[in-house]
Every structure is written in structure tokens, then in C-alpha cells.
């Protein structure tokens, strides 16, 4: 399934609109397409931020299609962080 994210990030003041098309399992989007589109929309936030050096960034808004807001969903995602510690 090939869908259009726009994000709006306030990144130390200054605010930033950028959309792109990505492609979303069409598996996970007929489970759930808001959280299957948030996965995708997270990794991009994420890639914009590292292209920027970390500064501190503000989601004000993530949509995908013009018409489904996915903001509080995109907050909520947190990084799995794999603890393979030996101790």
C-alpha cells in the first residue's frame, strides 16, 4: 500500500512542513492502517531528526493521505531497545 505522510516539526523554533510517499505492508495496514502508517511516519521522524544532529524536535502534526491525523499515535511509538547484556 503506497501512502502519503506530511509531518510538521517544530525543531528548535523553527518550524518545518515535509511529505514523501512511503509503502506500508498491505498485511499490517489492513490490521490496523493508523498504527501500520505511524510505524513508517516514527522511522521517517527519526531520519529527519538525524539528518538535523539530534536538536531538540517538536511533532506538531503527522498525517497521511491529507486526511487522517495520526499525531497521538506517532507520539506514543517508543524505540524497542534489545537489552543482550550478559549481566
Known sequence: MK???????NIVGSRGL???EFFVSDREFKDNPD???SI?????IQEQMKETGF???FIEKV???EEHDITDEVKR???VIEDDLPF
Request: aromatic letters at 14%; charged letters at 25%.
Open 3 to 9: 501512502v502519503i505522510i506530511e509531518t510538521i516539526l
Open 18 to 20: 515535509r511529505r514523501g
Open 35 to 37: 498504527f501500520a502508517v
Open 40 to 44: 513508517v511516519a516514527y522511522e521517517w
Open 55 to 57: 536538536r531538540k524536535t
Open 63 to 65: 498525517s497521511w493521505d
Open 77 to 79: 511509538i517508543q524505540p
